[in-house]
Structures are given as C-alpha cells and as structure tokens.
C-alpha cells in the first residue's frame, strides 16, 4: 500500500470510527504511574511509563520534567501488565503535561513540530505509523536525538477491534522493528487507532512489552477546524496530568502546525511543563 492509499484508507474509517475514540478515552480512566489494582499489577513496581532516551541532554530546568526524572533507565523492566483499559493522562506533578501526534511521521509537517518543540525546548510524544516511519527514518533518528518519545501506533492504522490477534501482532510487531531501527529501541508505549481497544489489543501490547496510552484532550485537529480552534480547545482542556491528542499526519495538518506554534508558548507561561512519562523499571 503507498502513502496515498494509506491516507486516503485512513480518512473514510475516520468518520465511522470516531465515535469509538471519544468513547474509549472517555472511559479510560488510570492514572499513568497510578496503582492500577490488583487485577492488573505486576510482581514489582507497576509499569507505568515511556521508554527513557538512549541519548539523554539536560534539559531546562524550567520546561523539561519527566515524571520518573532524567538519565537512562536502569535495571530489568518489570513484566508488562495486560491492562483492561489505557491510561488517560499522567500522575499530577508540577502541572506537567503531555503533547502527543499521531500518525506520522509525514516529511511536509512534523519537521515543522519538531522546529516549535525544539525552539521552546520541550519534548514530545510521536505515536508512529510503520509504513510512515518506514519510508522517513530520519525524522525518527532526529526524534530519538531531541529527546521525544516514539510509540507505536500500528503499521497501517487499522481498525484493531475488526482483525485477528494474528493480526493485530503484525501491525505492532513490524512496527516495533522499524522504530528499533531507526530510534534505537523498541517502543514502550502503543496507542490504537481512533481509540478501538479490545481484551487481544491489551494482550498482545502487552507481550510486545508495551503500555497502553489514551488521551485527556482531543483537539479533533483532523477535521481542519481551524488553527485557532485547535489552540482553544488545548487551552480550555489545560490542565495537570492532561494527555493532549494532535496530529502530525493523515491529511493537511498545516493547522497544527500553526497551532502549536500558538498554544504551547502560551501553556509555558501559564506554568505548565511541557513533559513525557516514562516506564517505572526495577
């Protein structure tokens, strides 16, 4: 399938699948680094975070504040729970939030969200599409360089919920092998497509060593509404421990550019910090 047919494929299940992203995330409703329960936890500490950088900077005291700190993760990762529902936004700290962009990496925009997250210094989310990463590596490697984190987002963006678990696997296991790749190691994170998760999407996420992740704010940026728009609806759903939901790929998303270069100026001087989770390891 070439990029044309991808997002073309991609635009018509948006319209019928969207209801089913609203309704997930609306019902997801973990903490990211939260006790899940004990349905749902480990022998150890609970997984609940990202992948740390393999080339860790010092970031700005001011914007830059994971949640688990900084430096390279150490020790053997726990065994990833199998969850019944993603998480929704991260544990409140310091009014830290999270900007996510799903679907890329696309060579006409994400460059230009890279070039505003760099300029204010802040990192990122990039929940990835492997036919996209496939055939842009670069931006992955310059991903892996500034610090974002890069989540699996399937190989084709699929309806998870209509595919088999044989399926299933290979959309996120091709994925994983390109990210290891190109960023340099196996994603810690998945998020599925248009929010439709089941009992075999968790399951093999979570055989895949993946944590699944939502979102608190959708900015519907997909529906071209406007830069203005977009920056509204990030601004009125502020707040800490919110997980925003933007694009980078999938159609014209010139309006997120713009709109990003707008809101997140804006988030930093109202006292947030721009931040990423990452994985608890013990």
């Known amino acids: 399938m070439n990029k044309d047919q991808f997002l073309s494929r991609r635009r018509a299940l948006l319209t019928g699948a969207a209801a089913l992203g609203a309704a997930g995330a609306a019902g997801a409703v973990q903490l990211l680094g939260a006790d899940p329960g004990p349905s749902a936890r480990s022998p150890g500490v609970p997984a609940a975070g990202a992948q740390a950088n393999r080339a860790v900077r010092r970031p700005s005291a001011y914007r830059l504040q994971p949640i688990a700190g900084y430096g390279p993760a150490r020790g053997t990762p726990a065994r990833t729970p199998v969850r019944h529902e993603p998480f929704l936004r991260v544990s409140e700290r310091e009014r830290g939030m999270v900007l996510s962009f799903d679907d890329g990496p696309d060579p006409r925009y994400t460059p230009g969200i890279l070039r505003t997250l760099k300029a204010h210094d802040v990192r990122a989310m990039f929940f990835v599409c492997g036919e996209m990463a496939a055939d842009n590596k670069d931006m992955l490697r310059r991903m892996s360089d500034e610090g974002h984190v890069v989540g699996n987002h399937t190989w084709s963006h699929p309806l998870l919920t209509r595919l088999s678990r044989s399926a299933i696997r290979s959309q996120m296991e091709r994925t994983c092998d ?19 998760w089941n009992r075999a999407v968790f399951e093999v996420g979570a055989e895949l060593g993946m944590e699944p992740l939502a979102w608190t704010v959708d900015t519907l940026d997909w529906t071209t509404p406007g830069a203005r728009t977009i920056e509204r609806r990030v601004m009125k759903g502020a707040g800490p421990g919110v997980v925003v939901l933007a694009h980078d790929a999938g159609g014209n998303r010139s309006q997120s550019v713009r709109a990003l270069r707008d809101y997140l100026p804006r988030l930093l001087d109202s006292g947030y910090h721009i931040t990423v989770p990452r994985r608890q390891l013990t």
């Open 178 to 196: 390109v990210v290891e790749e190109a960023y340099g190691e196996r994603p810690g994170w998945f998020r599925a497509p248009y929010g439709a």
